[in-house]
């Protein structure tokens, strides 16, 4: 499985980024992956920020970004594309975001920077 995420960059407080990621190489069909979105900022550990289960039948955040931030996902025959939609942007979001799927292995992406700064 290969994902490749997209979208970071450098935003004002309270500004928005859309990240995406897409994912290919599936195994199994991709519906059947749950796809989450997890970030790690520098000296911390990494921490989950939302995912949705498979097909899209439930969704969890943080407590952090909820209310902010908003995943959803398209999923195609082979590959699906997953979104993170991050509003009110504060600093401390600052962080390398990750997108994983998973079904009984996990699987990473290499990562996208979201910076939030003045």
């Known amino acids: 499985v290969q994902l490749v995420e997209s979208g970071g960059g450098l935003v004002q407080p309270g500004g928005s980024l859309r990240l995406s990621c897409t994912a290919s190489?599936?195994?199994?069909?991709?519906?059947?992956?749950?796809m989450s979105w997890y970030r790690q900022a520098p000296g911390k550990e990494r921490e989950l920020v939302a995912t949705?289960?498979?097909?899209?039948?439930?969704?969890?955040?943080a407590d952090s970004v909820k209310g902010r931030f908003a995943i959803s996902r398209v999923n195609a025959q082979d590959t699906v594309t997953v979104y993170l939609q991050m509003n009110s942007l504060k600093p401390e979001d600052t962080a390398v975001y990750y997108c994983?799927?998973?079904?009984?292995?996990?699987?990473w992406g290499q990562g996208t920077q979201v910076t939030v700064s003045s």
């Open positions: 994983h799927a998973k079904r009984i292995l996990g699987y």
């Open positions: 949705m289960t498979s097909a899209g039948g439930s969704t969890n955040y």
């Open positions: 190489g599936f195994t199994f069909s991709s519906y059947s992956y749950a």
